[in-house]
């Protein structure tokens, strides 16, 4: 009697493969695995602030690996629970899933993974450094810097100027966006780790401790992130009126139960985040109707996409091309009049708006609250630090200061930007503190140098709906946006097709040969040999399904 030979996978032609997960996720018998750790990165990853390694946290979800999945994550962002609320997810924007039928919904899968995290304790680190670092402010670069030391064994404390932890994440973004519980649990994990806070003390120059104070302390290293905490004014007649209002103060005051009461209608000068934070905030706080108003075209104002329909979706007037020209009022501001911009930049792109003058407009306003930028109050470092055009200035790959053991990172450094960045920053600035202690060179293989994969999957991937997250009507300030839940944030994560990782014959005796890798490979790098038998009878080739 003749033994018939089995038909097994020979090969992947690993030249052809793009690591978009459809052999492994085709197989029923489980034979394929993909390698995410490759020399080039995904999209994705690449347009990442932090470098965040999408590609492989999704892999791992994709396989089970929850737990791993989620440790992976904060490998580069410990607060996913934040940013997968805050986080303007430009990585979207580069995810090659569009090409198919829409990016991975990567910012839902982070909160998801964040929020599974949120409230378990984290590993005591194995070691325990002698030296202490102090941190001078618990924004969101604080906390990652004391992150990531306290992870290395380091002692940390953090010292805020404001009444709790958590700087501009607390005191600067709504609690409809971000809650207080959610702040607060990532603040209990930093306390888990060992680090103190210290909160209603200022750190610098003529402030609750000083530099000379924080040596006698013992502390080793500072870094430094206060945060933009004060707004830019505007400078025009009439801004010192009852009932104007400033955007970074204003937000403040809402969220340390100091909100003004509005009623009639409120006018909101800016076109950025915080503008709109300002203008959703107002109408919760009895605005019977908030126009927001900015010197940008609709298509060029500064605030994320994203936050512009929330702002629409709260009924919020948007009325570009204007810039304020004077507040009016008799003691207590009654309207402001507004001229019609005609550009905001120059030809070298610098902020110079032009007007027309002869083109005005009334609105009239019970409150005005101007948005138009922040900056960060530097005066207590400035003796020591190097300040520049209002920032201070660091080495880009270290973040060291001009003072040998000060290091900086955050909006006080880059200018107001994401959570993201800050948190990255203040990843880099723990790694640099680390090397310093240590004796090792700050700058040795800091710099990730990996290229974008170019060839991408996309061509003959299956289509697959992308899950959205629900969100509710505005109620208060009560978080109105809910996450996935376990079937959904899977599903979602089934959806990314892990760019540029390589797939693997993992497990080949458990292969039957049913030759669905094959022939279902988007870019034929997948050979069944040692030879090709009649494909066995499915419901697939018995209906035409190839």
């Not at 992947?12 to 995410?36: A, E, M, N, Y």
């Not at 040969?513 to 022939?519: D, I, N, P, Q, V």
């Amino acid at each position: 009697m003749q033994t018939r030979r089995k038909a097994v996978i020979n090969s992947i032609d690993v030249s052809k493969c793009t690591g978009c997960g459809t052999c492994f996720k085709t197989c029923g018998l489980d034979v394929f695995r993909l390698d995410t750790e490759q020399p080039v990165l995904s999209p994705c990853m690449a347009k990442c602030p932090a470098g965040t390694d999408m590609r492989a946290y999704n892999y791992l979800m994709q396989v089970g690996k929850i737990d791993e999945a989620a440790a992976k994550l904060r490998e580069r962002n410990p607060f996913p629970a934040i940013t997968g609320r805050v986080c303007p997810h430009q990585c979207e924007s580069e995810c090659s899933r569009a090409k198919v039928d829409g990016a991975v919904n990567i910012n839902a899968i982070e909160q998801y993974l964040g929020d599974r995290t949120l409230n378990v304790p984290p590993a005591k680190p194995r070691i325990r450094h002698a030296q202490k670092v102090a941190v001078a402010g618990s924004g969101p670069a604080g906390l990652s810097c004391a992150w990531f030391l306290a992870r290395k064994g380091y002692q940390v404390k953090v010292f805020e100027a404001l009444p709790e932890p958590g700087g501009m994440l607390r005191y600067g973004i709504p609690a409809y966006r971000l809650p207080d519980s959610v702040v607060d649990a990532q603040v209990e994990q930093l306390r888990a780790l060992g680090v103190e806070f210290q909160c209603g003390t200022r750190v610098g120059k003529g402030c609750d401790v000083g530099f000379d104070d924080l040596a006698e302390l013992g502390f080793k290293a500072l870094f430094v992130a206060p945060g933009n905490g004060v707004s830019r004014r505007a400078g025009i007649a009439g801004e010192e009126l009852t009932g104007v209002f400033h955007g970074v103060e204003f937000l403040r005051d809402v969220r340390m139960g100091r909100a003004p009461r509005l009623s009639g209608r409120a006018v909101v000068i800016g076109g950025g985040d915080v503008a709109v934070d300002a203008a959703i905030t107002a109408k919760l706080l009895g605005a019977d109707h908030v126009d927001m108003i900015c010197l940008e075209q609709a298509e060029e104002m500064p605030a994320f996409p994203h936050n512009i329909e929330d702002a629409k979706a709260a009924g919020i007037g948007i009325h570009p091309g204007w810039g304020p020209l004077r507040v009016e009022g008799d003691g207590k501001a009654s309207g402001i009049m507004v001229r019609r911009c005609l550009s905001v930049f120059d030809s070298n792109h610098r902020f110079a708006p032009t007007f027309d003058d002869a083109e005005t407009r009334l609105f009239e306003a019970h409150a005005i609250i101007f948005a138009i930028g922040q900056s960060a109050d530097l005066d207590p470092f400035a003796e020591r630090l190097t300040v520049e055009r209002g920032r201070i200035a660091v080495d880009s790959v270290t973040f060291e200061t001009s003072f040998w053991n000060i290091f900086a990172a955050g909006d006080a450094v880059t200018g107001p930007s994401s959570v993201i960045s800050a948190i990255a920053g203040g990843r880099e600035a723990a790694i640099s503190i680390d090397r310093l202690l240590s004796g090792a060179h700050m700058h040795s293989e800091r710099e990730e140098n990996r290229p974008v994969a170019e060839k991408l999957p996309g061509e003959g991937v299956r289509p697959a709906p992308r899950h959205e997250r629900q969100c509710g009507a505005l109620s208060g300030f009560a978080e109105c946006r809910v996450g996935l839940d376990d079937i959904d944030a899977l599903d979602e994560s089934m959806r990314c097709m892990t760019c540029g990782a390589k797939a693997r014959v993992t497990f080949r005796d458990d292969c039957m040969t049913c030759f669905f890798c094959e022939l279902r490979c988007p870019s034929e790098a997948i050979d069944v040999h040692p030879f090709k038998e009649r494909l066995p009878y499915t419901l697939e080739t018995n209906f035409g399904g190839f």
